[in-house]
Structures are given as structure tokens and as C-alpha cells.
């Protein structure tokens, strides 16, 4: 796009978005704003699933990364009752954050994978605690959404808010393969295919710097997952845990991590890629209980996400910017948020506090 095409593109997105303006990129906190009109967090629970990609049904030992403890906190120690989690988890995000709504969030392991009869007892248990849970989010792996599963999920879009977040990663088979994902990309976009048209949001995870992948391909990861129409990303930079195959590639000088610096316009060239209407569930990446061996950073989560804006801004810039897959003119997603809200009457305006 030539200069002067993406400014003009870059005024009219912001025209139509305020919240671009402000913080140049999407965040869910916006989405979930705009769709509830009150503060709306999630609450993770560990349901004490397993994953194919472990229990030798796809593969052992799971993706090079993989310690569910570091980045799901619930997943360290013994799992608690659901039931105590979610009341643990509200209360917490109440007298912290002041939330006043709700997501039941399923996130360690890959929590579509057992039947349907147990599926739906746990995601009812979870949903059932609290008055002001309005939504449900599962994250789980492309190959583990039969058409039985989705039917299930979908069920819960009659009173709830339903996010299923898919892990990809990446686009590129080659690296799927080099981190022992056990699922292709074509694996990905079956599930998209399948889960699309059934009220059910979908959000992709997409990890930056993984291991012999180039700018280029990042790029290409951020164009092809946009141009699948998700509704939600999360973005992290590679990080290494303890105990995992990536530490030892790390170890023997294989596999390098990226520095704050090199990070945050990775970043930003990956936000002016996808559409921004995408909302953005997350920028960083997190650890839990000291599993972290690379890279440790001098900068808190919230100085990267604003290093990003930052970053964006001194390009006059913004997530879209550069992005084939937008309608410009188009309402903002937000405004098209309709689905059950289990009581809660949304508010479709724009701000985004
Ligand atoms: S899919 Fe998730 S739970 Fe399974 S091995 Fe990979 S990171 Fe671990």
C-alpha cells in the first residue's frame, strides 16, 4: 500500500472505530465493553482434561513448549472441584478488577476432548455458580471439535457468549511439525469451516518467533488466520519453560527468543495485518510459578502493551492498516454483538474504558 493510500486507510478505519484512535489496536476489554456495557472478565478454571497430543492418541509429550502449569494458573497443583474455582475466580475478579459479569473460560489442556456427556456436566457446572457468568470460552485444539462437540457448544449460544479458542500457532506445516503440534494447518480450517455459521466467536492462538520461522512467515501466519474470518487472537512471543524440549534446544544455543525491543514492532507489524474488527484477547505472554528460563524481559506486561501503542502511533498507524481483508466503511463488530447475554441488556456503543 503506498504511503499516502495508507494514511487515508488508516483515518477512515479510525473514523469508524474510535477505539483505534486510542489505543490503536483492538482490545477484548473493547469488545467485551461495548457488547455488555460493564466490566466483563474471564474466569480460567482447569476441568482436569488431557490432551491427544499427550495421551499417545495424536502423539506423546506434547508440543515443544507445553507446561500447562506456566500459562494456565488453575493447571498447578491438584485440580480443585469446578464448582470452587469458578466461585474462587469471580470473587478474586470482583474485589480486584470490579467485575461485575462473567466468562466461565476452560483453558488447560484441550477441554473439548472427552464425550459429549461429560463435556456438557463440566460446562454446566462451571456456568451454573454464579448469576453473572454470561459467557463461555473452551480452548482446545483444532482436532478435537467433532460435529457432536459443536453441537454441544452451540447449544450454549442460546444464553450465553461462546468463544472456542482454536491453537494454530502458525500456518506453516514445516514449524507445526518442528514444535510436535500432531495437527496441520489444513486440520485448522476444517474446524473453522465447521465451527463457522453456529454463533460460536472463534479465536486463534498465534505464537511469534518460533523456531526457524522468518518475518515472512509470521506475516503470512497473520494474513492467512485473518482471511479465515476469527473473531478474536491471541499473540505471544516464544517463551521457554523449564522441562520442556524447547529448554533444551534453547540450552544448546538452537533456538534464540526475542528481546522487548525486537518484539513489540514484530507486533505491531503483525496487528496492521489482520482485520480490526479482530479483537484482540492477547499480546504478551505469561508464565505462572517460576517456569520461565527465556526470555526474562525488564518490562512489565503492561509497559509492552503500551510500547506497542506507542509503536503503532509513531508509524500513524494501526491494527488493519496494511490488512486485504477489511471493509473499511463497515459498523464495527461490536455493534453486531447481539447474541444471549443471559440477562444482560448490551450496550452497543464505543467506548472502550
Ligand atoms: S495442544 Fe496444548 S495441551 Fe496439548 S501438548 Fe500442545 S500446548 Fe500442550
Given at each position: 500500500m503506498r504511503m499516502k493510500t495508507l494514511e487515508a486507510h488508516v483515518n477512515q478505519l479510525m473514523a469508524t472505530r474510535p477505539w483505534l484512535r486510542e489505543r490503536r489496536y483492538y482490545p477484548f476489554s473493547c469488545f467485551l465493553r461495548a457488547a455488555f456495557g460493564c466490566k466483563v472478565h474471564k474466569v480460567t478454571i482447569h476441568a482436569g482434561f488431557t490432551c491427544p497430543n499427550r495421551d499417545g492418541r495424536v502423539g506423546v509429550g506434547g508440543c515443544i513448549y507445553c507446561v500447562n502449569a506456566s500459562f494456565s494458573h488453575p493447571a498447578k497443583g491438584p485440580m480443585k472441584p469446578i464448582r470452587e474455582q469458578v466461585a474462587v475466580g469471580t470473587r478474586f475478579m470482583r474485589e480486584r478488577y470490579g467485575a461485575e459479569k462473567f466468562i466461565a473460560y476452560f483453558q488447560?489442556?484441550?477441554?473439548?476432548?472427552?464425550d459429549v456427556s461429560t463435556l456438557k456436566a463440566r460446562y454446566d457446572e462451571a456456568l451454573s455458580v454464579d448469576k453473572d457468568i454470561v459467557g463461555l470460552s473452551i480452548g482446545t485444539r483444532p482436532d478435537c471439535v467433532p460435529d457432536e462437540v459443536l453441537d454441544l457448544v452451540q447449544s450454549y449460544t442460546e444464553r450465553y457468549h461462546v468463544w472456542l479458542e482454536y491453537g494454530?500457532?502458525?500456518?506453516?506445516d514445516r514449524t507445526l511439525r518442528i514444535i510436535n503440534r500432531g495437527h496441520s494447518l489444513a486440520t485448522f480450517e476444517d474446524a473453522i469451516r465447521r465451527t463457522k455459521g453456529r454463533g460460536i466467536r472463534i479465536c486463534a492462538h498465534v505464537i511469534l518467533g518460533l523456531p526457524g520461522e522468518t518475518w515472512d512467515d509470521m506475516m503470512q501466519t497473520a494474513e492467512v488466520v485473518c482471511g479465515l474470518g476469527v473473531d478474536g487472537i491471541k499473540i505471544h512471543h516464544l517463551y521457554v519453560a523449564k522441562d520442556t524440549p524447547l529448554a533444551e534446544r534453547h540450552a544448546r544455543g538452537e533456538v534464540p527468543t526475542f528481546t522487548v525491543e525486537e518484539y513489540v514492532p514484530l507486533a505491531a507489524d503483525f496487528l496492521e495485518r489482520i482485520?480490526?474488527?479482530?479483537?484482540?484477547?492477547?499480546l504478551v505472554g505469561d508464565t505462572h510459578g517460576g517456569l520461565l528460563v527465556a526470555p526474562i524481559w525488564p518490562k512489565s506486561k503492561p509497559e509492552v502493551f503500551a510500547a506497542i501503542e506507542r509503536e503503532l502511533a509513531r508509524r500513524d498507524s494501526c491494527q488493519g492498516?496494511?490488512?486485504?481483508?477489511?471493509?473499511?466503511?463497515?459498523?464495527?463488530r461490536p455493534a453486531t454483538?447481539?447474541?444471549?447475554t443471559n440477562g444482560t441488556t448490551a450496550r452497543h456503543e464505543s467506548a472502550c474504558v
Amino acid at each position: 500500500m503506498r504511503m499516502k493510500t495508507l494514511e487515508a486507510h488508516v483515518n477512515q478505519l479510525m473514523a469508524t472505530r474510535p477505539w483505534l484512535r486510542e489505543r490503536r489496536y483492538y482490545p477484548f476489554s473493547c469488545f467485551l465493553r461495548a457488547a455488555f456495557g460493564c466490566k466483563v472478565h474471564k474466569v480460567t478454571i482447569h476441568a482436569g482434561f488431557t490432551c491427544p497430543n499427550r495421551d499417545g492418541r495424536v502423539g506423546v509429550g506434547g508440543c515443544i513448549y507445553c507446561v500447562n502449569a506456566s500459562f494456565s494458573h488453575p493447571a498447578k497443583g491438584p485440580m480443585k472441584p469446578i464448582r470452587e474455582q469458578v466461585a474462587v475466580g469471580t470473587r478474586f475478579m470482583r474485589e480486584r478488577y470490579g467485575a461485575e459479569k462473567f466468562i466461565a473460560y476452560f483453558q488447560a489442556f484441550s477441554n473439548t476432548y472427552a464425550d459429549v456427556s461429560t463435556l456438557k456436566a463440566r460446562y454446566d457446572e462451571a456456568l451454573s455458580v454464579d448469576k453473572d457468568i454470561v459467557g463461555l470460552s473452551i480452548g482446545t485444539r483444532p482436532d478435537c471439535v467433532p460435529d457432536e462437540v459443536l453441537d454441544l457448544v452451540q447449544s450454549y449460544t442460546e444464553r450465553y457468549h461462546v468463544w472456542l479458542e482454536y491453537g494454530i500457532q502458525s500456518v506453516h506445516d514445516r514449524t507445526l511439525r518442528i514444535i510436535n503440534r500432531g495437527h496441520s494447518l489444513a486440520t485448522f480450517e476444517d474446524a473453522i469451516r465447521r465451527t463457522k455459521g453456529r454463533g460460536i466467536r472463534i479465536c486463534a492462538h498465534v505464537i511469534l518467533g518460533l523456531p526457524g520461522e522468518t518475518w515472512d512467515d509470521m506475516m503470512q501466519t497473520a494474513e492467512v488466520v485473518c482471511g479465515l474470518g476469527v473473531d478474536g487472537i491471541k499473540i505471544h512471543h516464544l517463551y521457554v519453560a523449564k522441562d520442556t524440549p524447547l529448554a533444551e534446544r534453547h540450552a544448546r544455543g538452537e533456538v534464540p527468543t526475542f528481546t522487548v525491543e525486537e518484539y513489540v514492532p514484530l507486533a505491531a507489524d503483525f496487528l496492521e495485518r489482520i482485520s480490526p474488527d479482530i479483537a484482540v484477547q492477547r499480546l504478551v505472554g505469561d508464565t505462572h510459578g517460576g517456569l520461565l528460563v527465556a526470555p526474562i524481559w525488564p518490562k512489565s506486561k503492561p509497559e509492552v502493551f503500551a510500547a506497542i501503542e506507542r509503536e503503532l502511533a509513531r508509524r500513524d498507524s494501526c491494527q488493519g492498516a496494511r490488512c486485504q481483508h477489511v471493509e473499511v466503511a463497515s459498523a464495527p463488530r461490536p455493534a453486531t454483538v447481539s447474541a444471549a447475554t443471559n440477562g444482560t441488556t448490551a450496550r452497543h456503543e464505543s467506548a472502550c474504558v
